[in-house]
Each structure stands twice: as structure tokens, then as C-alpha cells.
């Protein structure tokens, strides 16, 4: 029963990603091919693989509930299949066929090989107990405040983006800015309250990608939700 709960909640939450993921895509880049769809499954591919080797190399506490919340419910619900097979049908019938066969060889060739990546990437960090303190005191409660504050600053900057009209080179430059204080200042913090790893490059490495992969996402998530509240009215 708990595993089933687990699959609800994460499905839940992966189909609502995705479905704000590919659309911003397509706001972007527009409906010309499945840009988003192509988008989820390879980046969806890429998490299957890292945290499959994540869950499986590290000795958590309640893994299959994880497994069953992470991999069958939010990834299963994130990556779509079935979306990639309609828009590629929908490709042939209006005779977009190099679009068609193009998206059909991305799509394989893309997603394969970012489990694979995942799954090397994955196996290198997690392995022969590289992070033994991964699950054992870790500082989990400040991370989650630091992942909060940098959502509430990705929020107020597209909050000022907005409001000043900011040009697309002015916001991209101060995001990658916000992005990378917030990455380096959360690895030497961490480096610093883990003394195991303080000394060891392959670990902070490792804390560096890792902030850097959280990062991106709630400054994305931030900045998302700012665009929304501002079209609402909700922030003027």
C-alpha cells in the first residue's frame, strides 16, 4: 500500500512537471517539432539512469518506497512515450517526414544515450561508498531552506524582469549569475559541515554538480512561477 501511495504522489507530480517543462519549450522555441516532448523523455532518460544507480548503490532507508516514488511514479508520469508517438504520427500525416524520421531518430539515439550517461555518471559518484554520509546526516533541512530562498530570488528577479522589460541578454546574465553564487556557495557549505569530503576534489566535484542540477531547477521553477503570477495580476 505505501508503495502505491508513493506511485500516486510522484506520478502526480511528474505529470504536472512535465507538463510545465514542454511548455515552456514550446514558448520558447515554438511548435514547429516536438521540441518539449524530445526535451522530457532525453532529460527524463538522463534522471532514470542517475538515480536508478543513486538508489541502488547508496543503503536508504524505505528504497523501494523511493524506487516506487521517484523512478515508476514521477519519471513514469514525467517521459511520455505516447506523446512522442502522436506528434510523430501527426509529423507524417501533414508529410513532414524528415521531421518525422528525425524526431523517431532523436528521440532513440538521445534518450539512450543519457541513461547511459546517467547510469556511468551515476555509478562514479555513488559507488563503493563515496558518499557513505549520503542518507546519514546529511543537512537536509538547510538544504531545503537554500533551495527555497533561491526560488523566492529567481521569483523576485523575473518579478523585476517584467516590471523593467528587461532585455532576454540583461535577464540570462543575471540568472547564470544568481545561478552560479548559489551553486558555489551551497558546495563550500556543505564542504564545510561534511568534514569527510572537505579534502577530497572528486567530492566536491561531485557537490558542485549536484547543486548546480538543483539550482537550475528552482531558479527555472522560480522564474516560471513569476512569469505566471505576473500574467495573473497577481504581483503588479
Known amino acids: 500500500m505505501n508503495q502505491l501511495i508513493a506511485i500516486a504522489l510522484g506520478g502526480s507530480l511528474g505529470a504536472v512537471t512535465r507538463f510545465l517543462v514542454a511548455n515552456s519549450i514550446y514558448a520558447v522555441l515554438g511548435r514547429s517539432f516536438p ?4 526535451f522530457v523523455n532525453v532529460s527524463g532518460s538522463f534522471l532514470m539512469g542517475f538515480l536508478t544507480a543513486l538508489l541502488m548503490l547508496q543503503r536508504f532507508v524505505y528504497a523501494a518506497e523511493y524506487r516506487a516514488l521517484i523512478l515508476v511514479g514521477f519519471l513514469g508520469a514525467y517521459t511520455t512515450f505516447s506523446t512522442f508517438a502522436l506528434e510523430t ?12 524520421f528525425l524526431n523517431i531518430f532523436l528521440s532513440a539515439v538521445l534518450c539512450l544515450v543519457g ?4 547510469l556511468v555518471w551515476g555509478r562514479m559518484i555513488f559507488a563503493n561508498d563515496v558518499y557513505p554520509w549520503l542518507g546519514h546526516g546529511m543537512p537536509y533541512a538547510d538544504m531545503m531552506l537554500g533551495l527555497v530562498v533561491a526560488f ?3 521569483l523576485l528577479a523575473e518579478f523585476a524582469f517584467m516590471r523593467l522589460n528587461s532585455a532576454p541578454e540583461l535577464r540570462a ?16 557549505w556543505l564542504a564545510f559541515r561534511l568534514s569527510e569530503i572537505r579534502l577530497e576534489l572528486h567530492g566536491l566535484l561531485s557537490i558542485f554538480a549536484i547543486n548546480a542540477l538543483f539550482g537550475v531547477a528552482v531558479v527555472w521553477l522560480g522564474t516560471l512561477v513569476g512569469n505566471w503570477l505576473w500574467q495573473l495580476n497577481l504581483l503588479r
Open 173 to 188: 546574465v543575471v540568472l547564470v549569475l544568481l545561478l552560479g553564487v548559489l551553486t558555489i556557495s551551497s558546495t563550500l
Open 35 to 38: 521540441y518539449g516532448t524530445l
Open 115 to 118: 541513461v547511459w550517461f546517467g
Open 89 to 100: 504520427f501527426y509529423l507524417f500525416e501533414e508529410s513532414n517526414l524528415l521531421k518525422a
Open 152 to 154: 523566492l530570488l529567481a
